[in-house]
Nanobody
Framework: VQLQASGGGLVQAGGSLRLSCAAS????????MGWYRQAIGQQRELVAR????????NYADSVKGRFTISTDNAKNAVYLQMNSLKAEDTAVYYC?????????WGQGTLVTVSS
């Protein structure tokens, strides 16, 4: 599975961005998809994930109520709607797909939030 992430950019604090992650194949066999992020000097952390079948979601405490993860199975894509962005959300965001054939990563997309 190849994953193509997009949607990062520069935004002011309080603003919104929507990240997209498009898979090269059908995601119907994918178990979970989601987003990690890594800020400079920090470890990579899970931001949000979604169970493809069932649509259960999990969020990091730091983004609950501000970020929403969703999928579009017809487009083989997962999205991360990020609202009320804060300076501490600045990081490189990576999408991933956990499948029965292994774990796959997209390239990172940089999100910079100016305060």
């Amino acid at each position: 599975v190849q994953l193509q992430a997009s949607g990062g950019g520069l935004v002011q604090a309080g603003g919104s961005l929507r990240l997209s992650c498009a898979a090269s194949t059908s995601i119907s066999s994918v178990i979970t998809m989601g987003w990690y992020r890594q800020a400079i000097g920090q470890q990579r952390e899970l931001v949000a994930r979604i169970v493809i079948r069932g649509a259960g979601t999990n969020y990091a405490d730091s983004v609950k109520g501000r970020f929403t993860i969703s999928t579009d199975n017809a487009k083989n894509a997962v999205y991360l709607q990020m609202n009320s962005l804060k300076a501490e959300d600045t990081a490189v965001y990576y999408c991933y797909a956990n499948t029965r054939d292994g774990l796959f990563w997209g390239q990172g997309t940089l999100v910079t939030v100016s305060s």
